[in-house]
Nanobody, 129 residues
């Protein structure tokens, strides 16, 4: 089992930037794909971005493509989400997630929720207009 702790959320004006971090512990971080999801009040959780276990592959939801960047530092057991040009519609709780299976990217890079077995507690991002 892996433990995930997100940080970096906050209040920002539209057009601003934030960087979310997710620190992992409990298993070999570098062997697992990682993802970010978000959930706004009254809405279902949605895929934001994912990164392959090796770090060479990334994927994004269309709504954030070109504005958000996911990356990972395996030496620090941390995955990041750099968010730029933020919009009010980006307001949500953001969750870090770790893939269920090691060395497997296919489902994770497609944002399939069932491919992720561990979740953080979430960090709130609020974008004011």
């Amino acid at each position: 089992q892996v433990q995930l702790v997100e940080s970096g959320g906050g209040l920002v004006q539209a057009g601003g930037s934030l960087r979310l971090s997710c620190a992992a512990s409990g298993r070999t971080f570098s062997n697992y794909a990682m993802g970010w999801f978000r959930q706004a009040p009254g809405k279902e959780r949605e895929f934001v971005a994912a990164i392959s276990w090796g770090g060479g592959g990334t994927s994004y939801a269309d709504s954030v493509k070109g504005r958000f960047t996911i990356s990972r530092d395996n030496a620090k057991n941390t995955v990041y989400l750099q968010m730029s040009s933020l919009k009010p519609e980006d307001t949500a709780s953001y969750y870090c997630a770790a893939a269920r299976r090691a060395y497997t990217d296919y489902g994770a890079l497609r944002g399939v929720v069932a491919e992720f077995g561990s979740w953080g507690q979430g960090t709130q991002v609020t974008v004011s207009s």
